[in-house]
């Protein structure tokens, strides 16, 4: 039972840790129509930053180190798209393999700078304690990051649904030209949308550190992942992401605790059957 | 039980198509003869292209049946449509612009016949079609202009050339989307001549909007608005009718 | 003056082990492979308009197929690389059923999605595929009796092999099948209104260029007497993108000359760089930046404008 309880609880984590990952994608993808393949770099960028300044000052605040890593690596995600992505608008194809060179570029500067070792990240102290709820016991630390993903489900959820801001990005995800056509700023909205999906997941890196560790090769695990959660849930949907995160959560931690050499083909599985039988995703719209 | 009935080129019953909350088609049923040639006017954004869309396929209807010489075509797709004799041109252009002319009334020829699917000789091999794809040019007045890429032609001679495609394949049913739109006077009526010398085997229905150069080509009319048919029947007699004149003039 | 510069090329390439030394025969080996890598996949992008970013599945699991057959199961090479190849369409088939549900960018995420659990297998199952060890001490194949040890015997070897496939694809391109395909590319609706199924047209050229991928794959692992989950990554994916875009994508050519560049900077990048991935990643800006036509189209260009220059 304890085992059940423990890998259900890991499942829910690892959901929401995919949905800060994935959520910065999805909206991305869905206003500006690029597939972010920098967006398992901009993670593992968090996860290393966070791992550093953790160890190097344990009485650093994890929430702390999480907002200034989300500013960090939007600030990178912001730069690369004024200065490389701009460039490429006519050319769809092309930005998709910059996005791809600078995550090459990311993940070997990360080796360079901080080697091959694998970093862990330290739990913050005041979450070490277990919590006991009902006689079972949980870490808290990943019940705390559930409460994160919803946290931050619901700021997106806000932002998109009762700002004007959003409503601009919605607008836009709506009809690109049109939105241009009404005077909505789009290309600065573009960058504006850019730095919030790599902000979100360099955050997410960070608050994923305690149980990933930061090591190469984290951003090649997590970007396929991400691709999945949003082909399963839909593009540009965030309740998609939210949704799928979580079945992909589950799917992946129970597949690897069970059958861990099988675990990748589990994954792929409901990708199948949803490309198959609904290839717009669970609540993507027809034509995105 | 209805019988089949053969002697409609094209039968549309009962078609509906929404986007949402809007409905784009409403209970559209339109039965069109043999060797017809008919015309669908109205304003814009009455739902023409559209109608045209669900005919060629490019889209599915909510409701209702297509039937193309009494087969039932509404689930098919586009290509199969293609081969049981339907043929369509589109409002905007799209040839294949970095290709020479008989290079697009080849492609134009070569999607019904079995060599398509070939994967071991050249396709400029085939003198046969080659043949075939500059005769088709010469009766549409481009032969001169055969080897040149269509990037390098005008936009008059760019439209013949989509018709040029569509005519290659003797279609039994032709869907012309606004044959004459932007075309200089000259340009105009030469489309015109040769719309009225395609052979009666094949039946044409045309959308347009320069309705007197169309008026000229119909013989039976139906004026679609807001997704409806308002009027159908023999020219004359819907050009004469209240309702086309309210559309029109708002009177 | 294109026989002339054809022949001389020809006879360069024929007679390369007799004035070239070990190590720059099996370079030339090594950039064979890739050409005929990257002209499989130029298939889909170049002349298909599919981006595919998991191309090195077909090469991996070609590779991996006879690795496992002829080291592990006692198979000669013949069949094993029947079998591979067997293999490697079937796999083709079934992923190109998957992605082609999606155009664009959604067939890129996928195709990706696909080819990177593939590779999340290859590195887990480690009982099968010994992981991250990958698998060591293959033997080259002996056709006819003739043994492909030598770096001369081999490179002679992957030379026919990859005339073959520059032929087999030439032909292809240029027959009603190739055109249709382009057709499809610039204009998949007009292609269906007059009769053309675009689907199955796709997924018949995604089966074919997986094929081919699958012999780079076979020919990769003969050459290397070894394999490891890399040669199924992105990083490989990528590569052959990468040479098919630098090269040029809209010509046979391009990518031969693509994979040339690319494999001459992966090898003296790294005497001097330790980060391949990250000069890779910093070409793809460049290349995509400065010359996104590649060079091939690039090149014809100025030698076009030179000619129409009054002397």
């Known amino acids: 039972m304890q085992f059940w309880i423990i890998q259900g609880l890991n499942s829910l984590s690892l959901g929401g840790l995919l949905f800060l990952l994935s959520s910065g994608f999805s909206l991305i993808f869905g206003l500006m129509r690029l597939a972010n393949l920098t967006h398992g770099a901009f993670f593992m960028l968090g996860t290393y930053f966070g791992a550093i300044t953790l160890r190097a000052y344990s009485g650093l605040n994890i929430w702390v180190t999480a907002l200034g890593a989300g500013f960090a690596v939007a600030a990178i995600g912001g730069l690369f798209e004024r200065l490389v992505l701009t460039r490429l608008k006519t050319n769809p194809l092309g930005q998709v393999l910059v996005t791809l060179g600078m995550s090459f570029i990311i993940s070997d500067a990360c080796l360079v700078l901080w080697g091959g070792d694998s970093i862990p990240v330290p739990t913050p102290h005041n979450l070490q304690a277990p919590t006991r709820v009902l006689g079972f016991v949980f870490p808290t630390y990943r019940l705390v990051l559930v409460g994160c993903a919803i946290g931050a489900a619901i700021g997106l959820y806000f932002l998109m649904e009762r700002t004007r801001l959003g409503a601009m990005i919605r607008a836009g995800v709506d009809d690109r030209q049109m939105a241009r056509a009404v005077g909505i700023p789009v290309s600065n909205l573009f960058t504006i949308v850019f730095c919030l999906g790599a902000g979100i997941a360099g955050a997410g890196g960070v608050l994923g550190g305690p149980i990933l560790s930061a090591y190469p090769g984290l951003d090649a695990d997590m970007l396929p992942l991400a691709l999945i959660v949003v082909i399963l849930g839909g593009i540009g949907s965030l309740l998609g992401a939210f949704v799928g995160s979580f079945i992909i959560g589950f799917i992946y931690t129970f597949g690897s605790a069970l059958f861990p050499e099988l675990a990748y083909i589990i994954l792929f599985l409901p990708m199948i059957v949803v490309i198959a039988f609904r290839p717009q995703g669970l609540f993507g719209r027809v034509g995105a | ?251 | 003056m294109k026989w002339v510069a054809t022949a001389l090329l020809a006879a360069l390439l024929l007679l390369l082990p007799f004035f070239a030394g070990d190590f720059y025969i099996n370079l030339a080996s090594q950039i064979l492979i890739a050409a005929i890598f990257a002209l499989s996949l130029n298939l889909l992008v170049g002349f298909g308009g599919m981006t595919s970013l998991g191309h090195a599945s077909y090469l991996g699991i070609a590779a991996y197929i006879s690795a496992l057959l002829t080291s592990r199961y006692g198979f000669g090479h013949g069949p094993a690389a029947i079998i591979s190849i067997a293999g490697t369409i079937a796999m083709a088939a079934f992923f190109g059923t998957i992605a082609l549900r999606a155009t664009g960018l959604g067939f890129l995420m996928i195709t990706l999605a696909l080819s990177q659990v593939l590779w999340g297998l290859a590195y887990r199952m480690s009982d099968v595929t010994n992981g991250d060890n990958g698998i060591a001490g293959l033997t080259r194949p002996t056709p006819f009796g003739i043994s492909l040890d030598s770096a001369a015997a081999f490179y002679w070897f992957s030379l026919i092999v990859a005339s073959l496939a520059l032929l087999m694809m030439a032909i292809f391109v240029s027959s009603s099948f190739g055109s249709s395909l382009k057709g499809v590319r610039d204009q998949p609706r007009r292609m269906a209104a007059l009769g053309f199924n675009p689907w199955m047209i796709r997924w018949i050229t995604f089966v074919y260029a997986g094929f081919w991928g699958g012999i780079s794959g076979l020919l990769y692992v003969y050459y290397n007497k070894y394999i490891h989950p890399t040669s199924l990554s992105t990083t490989s994916s990528a590569e052959a993108l990468l040479s098919v875009i630098a090269g040029g994508s809209s010509t046979l050519g391009g990518p031969v000359v693509g994979a040339t560049l690319v494999l001459l900077l992966k090898n003296y990048a790294s005497a001097y760089i330790e980060r391949w991935n990250m000069l890779l990643g910093l070409v793809f800006l460049f290349i995509v930046l400065v010359m996104p036509t590649g060079i091939v189209p690039g090149f014809s260009k100025l030698m076009a404008r030179l000619r129409r220059q009054p002397r």
């Not at chain 2, 209805?2 to 002697?7: H, K, R, S, V």
């Not at chain 2, 481009?142 to 990037?151: K, M, T, Y």
């Open chain 2, 1 to 251: 039980m209805t019988p089949p009935t053969p002697n409609y080129a094209l039968e549309i019953i009962d078609l509906n198509k929404a986007f949402g909350g809007l409905k784009v088609t409403q209970s559209i049923s339109l039965a069109i003869r043999l060797g017809e040639r008919r015309l669908i006017i109205g304003p814009n954004g009455a739902g023409k292209t559209t109608l045209f869309n669900q005919i060629s396929g490019d889209m599915r209807p909510n409701s209702g049946q297509i039937k193309l010489f009494g087969t039932d075509v509404t689930t098919f797709a586009p290509y199969r449509r293609a081969h049981l004799g339907l043929s369509r041109t589109y409002q905007i252009i799209t040839l294949f612009t970095g290709d020479t002319l008989e290079h697009n009334v080849t492609l134009g020829l070569l999607g019904l016949l079995p060599s398509r699917w070939q994967m071991w000789r050249p396709l400029s091999s085939y003198d046969v079609l080659a043949g075939e794809a500059r005769q088709t040019l010469d009766t549409v007045g481009l032969l001169h202009l055969a080897d040149h890429p269509v990037s390098e032609i005008a936009y008059g001679e760019k439209r013949r050339v989509e018709l040029a495609m569509a005519l290659a394949q003797k279609p039994r049913v032709l869907l012309l989307d606004e044959p004459l739109a932007g075309l200089s006077n000259t340009e105009r009526s030469t489309v015109k001549s040769l719309i009225a010398s395609i052979p009666r085997e094949t039946t044409v229905i045309m959308i347009e909007h320069d309705m007197d150069t169309a008026l000229d080509l119909a013989e039976t009319v139906t004026l679609l608005n807001y997704g409806r048919v308002i009027v159908d029947g023999e020219r004359d007699v819907v050009i004469a009718d209240e309702r086309t004149r309210e559309v029109y003039l708002g009177a």
